[in-house]
Nanobody, 121 residues
Framework: EVQLVESGGGLVQPGGSLRLSCVASGFSFSSYAMSWVRQAPGKGLEWVSGISRSSATITDADSVKGRFTISRDNAKNTIYLQVDSLKPEDTAVYYC??????????????WGRGTQVTVSA
């Protein structure tokens, strides 16, 4: 059974940082691209960052470039999202997703349950 378990969310002040983690199990983690997707209150899903199976290809949404960094550790079956310089508009539930392809991170077939990030003074 594929499982994606996110952690690391919380309440942080504007300008602050968090490190989100997603531990994967139930599949050959190093074979597939992964990504982070978020959903702000009352809004639709927004793709944030994607990473290929070998980390050779990384792509970020324009809204987070220079502030968010996606990475993965295939030995630990884990992906990370370092989120810096947080803004109130970054408040959202952040989901970890698995792709069915090695590079096409947008080809999602599984989702985690999400971790809440709230940016507020």
């Amino acid at each position: 059974e594929v499982q994606l378990v996110e952690s690391g969310g919380g309440l942080v002040q504007p300008g602050g940082s968090l490190r989100l983690s997603c531990v994967a199990s139930g599949f050959s983690f190093s074979s597939y691209a992964m990504s982070w997707v978020r959903q702000a209150p009352g809004k639709g899903l927004e793709w944030v960052s994607g990473i290929s199976r070998s980390s050779a290809t990384i792509t970020d949404a324009d809204s987070v470039k220079g502030r968010f960094t996606i990475s993965r550790d295939n030995a630990k079956n884990t992906i990370y999202l370092q989120v810096d310089s947080l803004k109130p508009e970054d408040t959202a539930v952040y989901y970890c997703t698995k792709s069915w392809h090695s590079t096409w991170y947008w080809a999602v077939d599984y989702w985690g349950r999400g971790t809440q990030v709230t940016v507020s003074a």
